[in-house]
């Protein structure tokens, strides 16, 4: 007789080890785009975060998809790891240039096809 | 030997546990922010607030709501401050 509970699934161990950057300055991106920045002090099973010194980033208002270089001071802040979609040192962060192809030559190559 | 990593780590949800009876600042996942006084919080972190004042941030200025206690959805909740004291700029 086979239970629904003799097969547990096993448990393993996260992709991300945050003990390596408890202390450590991380920058966080959440669903909806809000950005954060903070020194990772706590963490939990459900990616639930505890962040101290935070900053926020703040968006252009009048789109928010572009994150500006304002920001503003939250300090000590717990994060939902429900919401959150990355979590990056914030160290390790370099600003390169347009892999995109040009829209206009993207727009001009669909025009020559149909 | 092995050295025992003395690191004082915070459970997040214990720190939530501890603002009970104090203000709590909340941050949305949209443009809405919550100041209250947290009474409880379940396993989803619904919460329950008192004395609330709600921020609807426009890129026109804030609109504020007062609210007496509300169950307050926790699906939408980013962030959470302790502390209650909200900067809403630089």
Redesign the interface.
């Given at each position: 007789k086979h239970s629904i509970m003799s097969h547990s699934v096993p448990e393993r161990d996260p992709v991300l080890d945050f003990?390596k950057y408890?202390?450590q300055r991380v920058r966080v991106r959440?669903?909806?785009g809000?950005e954060?920045e903070g020194f990772l002090?706590?963490?939990?099973k459900l990616d639930?975060?505890?962040l101290d010194d935070s900053i926020?980033f703040?968006r252009d208002?009048?789109d928010l998809s572009q994150v500006t270089d304002?920001?503003?001071?939250?300090?000590?802040?717990?994060?939902?790891g429900?919401?959150i979609c990355l979590i990056c040192p914030s160290d390790d962060m370099q600003e390169i240039s347009n892999p995109f192809p040009d829209e206009e030559e993207v727009e001009a190559e669909g025009d020559a096809e149909t | 030997t092995r050295k025992m990593a003395s690191v004082i780590r915070i459970q997040p949800l214990a720190l939530i546990d501890k603002c009970i009876g104090s203000k709590i600042w909340i941050i949305m996942k949209s443009n809405k922010e919550l100041v209250g006084t947290l009474r409880g919080f379940d396993e989803y972190v619904n919460m329950v607030l008192d004395d609330v004042t709600e921020y609807d941030i426009t890129p026109n200025g804030i609109k504020e709501t007062q609210l007496d206690q509300i169950l307050l959805n926790g699906s939408n909740i980013c962030m959470l401050v302790p502390g209650g004291d909200p900067t809403f700029s630089t």
């Open positions: 003990a408890t202390d959440f669903q909806g809000r954060v002090k706590g963490y939990d639930n975060l505890v926020e703040l208002p009048n304002k920001t503003r001071p939250l300090g000590l802040i717990i994060c939902r429900t919401q | -």
